[in-house]
């Protein structure tokens, strides 16, 4: 089989047998590269050594497909749990293994898997490594990564087997916008998969659960949109554009999410921290093309309503200046947008709030902290 075969037919057999996985791989661009001696994967292209893949069967290569996917999805714990470099690329490595050995997939030989660490946590598994290596904390392995353990270099063995412990292969760190389409991509993968009752076992210890205040809040932000879009995927009927290649991909057909934006242009929002609003507006609209979302500019009033789509051009005043009242805001917004599902408020949270919480869900995107009697307050901004 070709490695043109091989790669099309993983990605089909994780689409059909593992929703979750399948959707992921299908995100990477595969590029053959004469260069590499294995296989290595940025985010965006997974590129590979075809006399490297055509070595392969079916199942190992579902799994290295898998195993970078995976790495790409966890980018955002390596800050969200501050550790760094080859040896936390290493545990998620463990860690990701455990998951899809416990899932059903198969794991090659060469792999760095060990029963021994199912059912940890990712930073336990680190911990466990830095203690079995007596790294210490300084060490640059530990931060930086500048060596790995001999086991997960690709060169090391004749046989190549090592190659399934490529961690050197993977990017240990994306770009914020590629991270950002990771984490959206994998949200949506597992609605799918929940639908389908076919979820990943033990996809909560890929890593660590942290304490509020380590919580990266763009991240936070971003999920709680994600939580919003209401997308509906089916693989019967599949897409048309893939089924000559003999793969099964779902359709997908999109509802128009309710959202609205309310910015606060009060007096005690200078511009620093207005534009800071409006840039992480932008932000959103761009991270989310397919949604409508409903812009209020208002500080003790109302002053405009616009509606944007995608990657539309703003061009709007931004009025204000005034005192804060948050209650105009949201009578508007019964009055005029009855379809809200949530509604995201950047603010000071220093203002009048409505006596009575509204029926959707709300979301203070603040700039400092401050209590609001209702919805969920996210500090984005230290002021």
């Known amino acids: ?17 593992y929703p979750y996985f399948g959707m992921l791989a299908s995100r ?18 997974f590129l590979y050594n075809r006399d490297f893949l055509e070595r392969r069967n079916v199942e190992e290569v579902m799994f290295i497909l898998t195993n970078c996917v995976m790495h790409h999805v966890l980018s955002h714990q390596q800050r969200r749990l501050n550790r760094r470099g080859k040896l936390w690329q290493l545990a998620t490595d463990y860690a990701i293994n455990n998951l899809l050995s416990k899932s059903g997939l198969v ?13 940890m946590y990712a930073e336990e598994i680190y911990d466990a490594l830095k203690n079995d290596l007596n ?36 990017a240990d760190e994306l770009d914020t916008q590629d991270e950002l389409q990771w984490q959206y991509a994998a949200s949506i993968a597992q609605e799918v998969a929940q639908r389908k009752g076919a979820m990943p076992l033990g996809l909560e210890r890929l890593g660590k659960k942290v304490k509020p205040s380590d919580v990266d809040w763009r991240f936070e932000l971003y999920n709680a949109v994600n939580r919003h879009m209401r997308n509906n995927y089916a693989f019967m009927p599949p897409n048309k554009k893939h089924i000559h290649r003999g ?14 934006v309310a910015v606060d242009t009060s007096g005690s929002i200078d511009d620093q921290l207005l534009g800071a609003f409006m840039e992480e507006f932008k932000t959103i609209m761009q991270n989310f093309p397919s949604v409508k979302i409903e812009l209020i500019i208002a500080d003790a009033k109302v002053h405009a309503h616009h509606t944007f789509q995608g990657g539309e051009r ?3 005043a931004l009025k204000g200046g005034g005192g804060t009242d948050y209650r105009p805001t949201f009578d508007y917004v019964e009055a005029n947008l009855p379809m809200t599902t949530m509604l995201l408020y950047f603010t000071d ?6 006596r009575i919480p509204p029926n959707y869900e709300v979301l203070w995107a603040l700039s400092r902290k401050a209590k609001v009697p209702f919805g969920r307050g996210l500090v984005i901004f230290d002021t």
């Open 1 to 17: 089989m070709s490695h043109e075969e091989l790669l099309l037919r993983a990605k089909s057999l994780l689409t059909v047998k």
């Open 28 to 45: 990477l661009k595969h590029e053959p590269s004469d260069t590499l001696s294995g296989y290595a994967s940025n985010g965006v292209r």
């Open 107 to 119: 794991i090659p030989t060469g792999a760095n898997y060990n029963k021994e660490y199912e059912g």
């Open 135 to 170: 790294i210490g904390e300084g060490d640059a392995f530990g931060e930086s990564g500048d060596s790995a353990p001999e086991a997960s270099t690709m060169e090391q063995e004749s046989d190549d087997s090592s190659g399934f412990a490529n961690i050197d292969g993977i």
């Open 247 to 260: 793969i099964a991909l779902p359709s997908l057909t999109s509802d128009t999410l309710s959202l609205c």
């Open 314 to 316: 703003m061009d709007f």
């Open 349 to 354: 949270g220093e203002g009048s709030f409505p």
